[in-house]
Nanobody, 115 residues
Framework: QVHLVESGGGLVQSGGALRLSCATS????????MNWYRQVPGKQREFVAR???????SYAGFVKGRFTISRDNTRNTAQLQMNLLEPEDTAVYYC?????????WGRGTLVTVSS
C-alpha cells in the first residue's frame, strides 16, 4: 500500500519559515516524481512545487523564489522549505505522487501564517 504522511506544519508569523516533510512508503521512491499542493477551505487545490526523479524542480508562480522543494532518496522523503511566508500562504499542504497510473495523496498538514 502507498502511504504519504506530511508533517511540519504549524503557526508562524508573517516573514517566518517552515519546513514540511513528506514521508512515503509503498512506492519506489527514487523513481517517483513528488509534488506539493495546497488548499484553502472553499477553494480549489493548487499546485505548489514539483521535483522529478532526477531532481528537476518546478514551482508555481506565487512561490517567487521563497520555497525550495527537495528529496532524500535514502529516507524516501520529500521536503518543502518555505521562507518569507505570507498570510496568503495559509492553507493545508498536501504531498502527492503517482504510481502505476494512480494518484496518491497524504492527509495534509496545516500551515497558518499570522499577520
Amino acid at each position: 500500500q502507498v502511504h504519504l504522511v506530511e508533517s511540519g506544519g504549524g503557526l508562524v508569523q508573517s516573514g517566518g519559515a517552515l519546513r514540511l516533510s513528506c514521508a512515503t512508503s509503498g512506492i519506489r521512491f527514487s523513481l517517483a516524481h513528488m509534488n506539493w499542493y495546497r488548499q484553502v477551505p472553499g477553494k480549489q487545490r493548487e499546485f505548489v512545487a514539483r521535483i522529478t526523479s532526477n531532481g528537476t524542480t518546478s514551482y508555481a508562480g506565487f512561490v517567487k523564489g521563497r520555497f525550495t522543494i527537495s528529496r532524500d532518496n535514502t529516507r524516501n522523503t520529500a521536503q518543502l522549505q518555505m521562507n518569507l511566508l505570507e498570510p496568503e500562504d495559509t492553507a493545508v499542504y498536501y504531498c502527492n505522487t503517482n504510481s502505476k497510473g494512480r494518484g496518491f495523496w497524504g492527509r495534509g498538514t496545516l500551515v497558518t501564517v499570522s499577520s
